[in-house]
């Protein structure tokens, strides 16, 4: 079964709007999350790591303001999308890693801006 | 020169075929090793871990060789399931990085 569970699985909104997602892990605690981004036939591209309990650590040309990160606890992270455009229409999916390295991803979450 | 190095593919075998795929990374202080398989607008899934006596899991083989820095994923018996996006990721030790290849296209034909 999952161990990382990441909702909504699909997104549809208007520009202007926020979305957050969410990314939890299910049997482990996690201090530290992932957060991709990943376009059509395209690699994943990480966006920023998320810590639990301080700031995340942005990747380089990542907007901090535009994508904002929360990791309130050892079990949850969240994205924020903050005024989505259409070219923030993406498939964003999460990760979590076990202390033994293996890396989880959560199911993956479609966002389609109108 | 990427952190990560594969061949884009795709390779197109048909099935029952053997095929291997290789990974090169750059930095010698990396870690730890996996593939992954990543279908179609679906999230990446653990294949395995790779160790450095090297390990099994069913049609499955990988290696790693450390001192030629690069890691393969040998397939028997392709499946036409086996079609996938094959993703090799090196996680490096001090940065605590995963840094991830491009990924293989395998498509096992009938």
């Known amino acids: 079964g999952a161990v990382v569970s990441q909702h909504p699985s699909w997104v549809i909104c208007k520009s202007g709007t926020s979305v957050k997602i969410e990314c939890r892990s299910l049997?482990?605690?996690?201090?530290?999350m992932f957060w991709y981004r990943q376009f059509p036939k395209q690699s994943l591209m990480l966006m920023a790591t998320?810590?639990?309990?301080?700031?995340?650590?942005?990747e380089q040309g990542v907007e901090k303001d535009k994508f904002l990160i929360n990791h309130a606890s050892l079990t949850l992270s969240t994205l924020t999308v903050t005024s989505a455009h259409p070219e923030d229409s993406s498939f964003y999916i999460c990760?979590?890693?076990?202390?033994?390295?293996?890396?989880?991803f959560g199911e993956g979450s479609r966002l389609t801006v109108l | 020169r990427k952190e990560v190095e594969q061949d884009p593919g795709p390779f197109n075998v048909p099935e029952g075929a053997t095929v291997a795929f290789n990974c090169t990374y750059s930095?010698?202080?990396?870690?730890?090793f996996f593939w992954y398989r990543q279908d179609c607008r679906k999230e990446p899934k653990l294949l395995m871990s790779?160790?450095?006596s090297g390990n099994e899991d069913g049609r499955f083989t990988a290696q790693l060789n450390r001192a030629s820095q690069y890691i393969s994923l040998l397939i028997r018996d392709s499946k036409l399931s086996d079609s996938a996006t094959y993703l090799c990721?090196?996680?490096?030790?001090?940065?605590?990085?995963?840094?991830f290849g491009t990924g293989t296209r395998l498509k096992v034909l009938a």
């Open positions: 990760s979590a890693n076990r202390r033994t390295g293996e890396l989880f």
């Open positions: 049997d482990f605690q996690a201090t530290t």
């Open positions: 998320s810590n639990e309990g301080s700031k995340a650590t942005y």
């Open positions: 930095n010698s202080a990396s870690q730890s």
């Open positions: 790779v160790y450095s």
């Open positions: 990721v090196v996680l490096t030790s001090g940065t605590y990085k995963y840094i």
